[in-house]
């Protein structure tokens, strides 16, 4: 890896906006405590599109060595932010979606946002590390786990709170049998 290439993806434009984005998430939910569920559903009513689109563009070029992988957030840090937003969202936090086989599986805006942010710091920490490799290393897990894991809690949840936020407005025909709360 070339690591004074002006092409080197690990230093692309698209990277340095998603460090950007995820570091603003983080932020947010290391302070969560002092934010109301409506304020919690509205940042990330913002923030959620940002992530994903960022996400959306990440290079998938890049080659990490393996030796440069390291995790930050605890399970401690993840429970706190879980706990809360749980206690915050109350009745709220529980949505369900439709698996392959269209059944009913139970999800959980807690769960979705403290996983969201768990992958938001491992990148954030992992790429401001010095070494080249570890950069390398936090990009291409970032852009693995937005394809199968981060990436679809995004939506799931956005749909979610989309409801949450404006279930006074939305046609009840678009809604079918979906309860919003």
Known sequence: MDITSDNNPVISRPVIDM?????EYCLFFEQIEKYSAQE?????????PLLYLKGSVLPDTI?????FFERFVTEEQWEAIFKTLR???GKEDIYFVHDHNFD?????LSDNMADIYQDMKDFVMLYQKAPMQSKACAVAE???LFEN???LRITQALTTVHKLLFKDAIDPELLGDEDIG
């Open 19 to 23: 460090i950007t984005v995820a570091h």
């Open 40 to 48: 919690i559903f509205s940042y990330f009513q913002k923030i959620a």
């Open 63 to 67: 080659e990490p060595d393996p030796d």
């Open 87 to 89: 206690e915050k969202f």
């Open 104 to 108: 009913s599986e139970e999800m959980s």
């Open 142 to 144: 970032l852009q693995r």
């Open 149 to 151: 894991h981060w990436g």
